[in-house]
């Protein structure tokens, strides 16, 4: 079993920012696309972003587009979800998602492995 590790989530004020962090064992990692998705109880999972094996290609879905960023590093194996200007909306538990996949496109992402999560809560 792989075991992804997020951090990072908390509760924050709206306009405020956080930066999410998901480690990974390296040896899944290196070989993966890495994505973040968030998780509403009685909605369904959003599909918020992803990046590429070497860090080339990414995606974002349209309600976070200029507001979160992701990122990985590969020196530590973790990838990072810069969420700023975060609204009440936003609220939700958010978790990293591993694609065994060295594509250079980032799309299709399969989740093949998935973390716990981490609950992030934006008040008014």
């Known amino acids: 079993q792989v075991q992804l590790v997020e951090s990072g989530g908390g509760l924050v004020q709206a306009g405020d920012s956080l930066r999410l962090s998901c480690v990974v064992p390296k040896r899944t990692f290196d070989r993966s696309a890495m994505g973040w998705f968030r998780q509403v109880p009685g909605k369904e999972r959003l599909f918020l972003a992803a990046i590429n094996w070497s860090g080339t290609d990414t995606y974002y879905t349209d309600s976070v587009k200029g507001r979160f960023t992701i990122s990985r590093d590969n020196a530590k194996n973790t990838v990072y979800l810069q969420m700023d200007s975060l609204k009440p909306e936003d609220t939700a538990l958010y978790f990293c998602?591993?694609?065994?996949?060295?594509?250079?496109?980032?799309?299709?992402?399969?989740?093949?492995?998935r973390g716990q999560g981490t609950q992030v809560t934006v008040s008014l």
């Open positions: 998602a591993a694609d065994l996949t060295m594509s250079d496109q980032v799309l299709p992402f399969r989740d093949v492995y």
